[in-house]
């Protein structure tokens, strides 16, 4: 199947074709006729499967027809996913002459721009629970006529320490309202909690590709913990990556990994929960241009985040869950590009290297620095 196949309006198949977008992928595919029914969806589908257009291209259908009133709001967990849906909503509304607006609204940014941008009355509003909320109360967004609430990340804004943000902003809408949740992975919690916001909602779940790109070399160094960030250094000198993430989970060892690289003269920056959001929407954007050449992040800062020519992975925190690794390891390597994923391990972590192995059917070869060179170990 092609979108003009699934897609009523001509004009957002054609916005789609600019952008090089031809075949629908699976959860895009099974989405948009429930979607544009007007029916609640729950929707799990693997990182990279496309979910933003999932909602946005029947979304576009649904509200094509202007009206200057705020018509959808999408709940997004960090400010990098509100600005890619954003961009996304753009070059949809450009491309398709379709003509929807939307309008970031998160916290911890200058809320006059915001209440400014408000008056312009976008259709789509794009963010945080919190700020959306604390501009309902003002009666600076018109929450009574919003036909469309998506929460993206549900795994994240549903759990216990973000729910009670969403439950307060669902509250203020009408109760024939559209529900729609998107995550990479649902738990059963995650699916009782959505349930019991939603009316009999449809639950999509695709088939996850447990794979790995066979154009990655997996490369593993048996290093002493305490020796894991110089190790780290000296690979980035023989290794010679154009674009690389780095994977910690410990802020000060990401700090020190950074300062590190930067004292080597390497151009390296960081990406964790401590950042304030104009750094981190800094650092994102000088990653993405290619004026950065090292992000060093946790995997919760990295989270929805997609990057373009990563040829290398650093694993210094070694993670626990095998998905973790497929989803890292997967930042490289694609498109049929090759790519590298190197782990940096104690002999204590060696076990999870097996379990990566058996899971996925790959070879993580040994290695180790010998005279400036990697060589087998």
């Known amino acids: 199947m092609n979108f003009k196949e699934l897609v009523k309006e001509n004009k957002l198949v054609k916005a789609l074709e600019i952008e090089k977008i031809v075949e629908p992928t699976k959860v895009q595919e099974l989405v948009y006729p429930i979607i544009t029914e007007g029916k609640d969806v729950i929707a799990e589908s693997e990182t990279g499967s496309g979910k933003t257009l999932a909602y946005l291209v029947p979304i576009f259908e649904k509200y094509k027809e202007i009206q200057r009133t705020n018509q959808v709001i999408i709940l997004v967990p960090t400010h990098e996913l509100a600005m890619q849906v954003h961009n996304q909503v753009e070059r949809l509304s450009k491309n ?62 549903l759990n216990a320490d973000n729910v009670q943000g969403v439950q307060e902003v669902i509250k203020c809408t009408m109760r024939d309202r559209q529900l729609l949740v998107f995550s990479a992975s649902i738990t059963n919690k995650t699916l009782q909690v959505a349930k019991e916001l939603m009316k009999d909602p449809s639950v999509i779940k695709t088939q996850k590709a447990q794979t790995i790109p066979d154009t990655i070399e997996h490369i593993c160094l048996v290093v002493e913990r305490r020796d894991k960030l110089e190790t780290l250094r000296k690979l980035t000198r023989i290794m010679k990556a154009k674009r690389a993430m780095i994977f910690i989970n410990k802020v000060s060892e990401i700090e020190e990994a950074t300062y590190k690289l930067v004292y080597e003269g390497l151009k390296a920056e960081c990406l964790h929960g401590s950042n304030v959001k104009t750094d981190r929407k800094r650092v994102v954007e000088q990653f993405r241009n290619g004026k950065i050449q090292y992000l060093i992040a946790t995997d919760i800062a990295a989270r929805g985040l997609h990057f373009d020519g990563i040829d290398t992975v650093f694993h210094i925190s070694i993670p626990e869950d095998e998905m973790e690794y497929l989803h890292r390891s997967g930042r490289t390597g694609r498109n049929g590009q090759p790519g590298r994923s190197v782990l940096i391990v104690t002999k204590e972590e060696l076990p999870l290297i097996k379990k990566y192995q058996k899971r996925f059917g790959i070879n993580i070869v040994a290695k180790k620095m010998y005279q400036g060179k990697l060589v087998r170990g």
């Open 96 to 157: 398709s002459g379709l003509g929807l607006q939307s309008a970031v609204i998160i916290g911890n940014v200058n809320i006059t721009r915001q209440i400014e941008k408000l008056k312009e009355k976008p259709q789509i509003i794009i963010g945080t629970a919190g700020r959306i909320h604390e501009l309902i109360k003002k009666k600076k967004i018109a929450a009574h006529t919003v036909k469309t609430i998506v929460i993206d990340e549900g795994d994240k804004l």
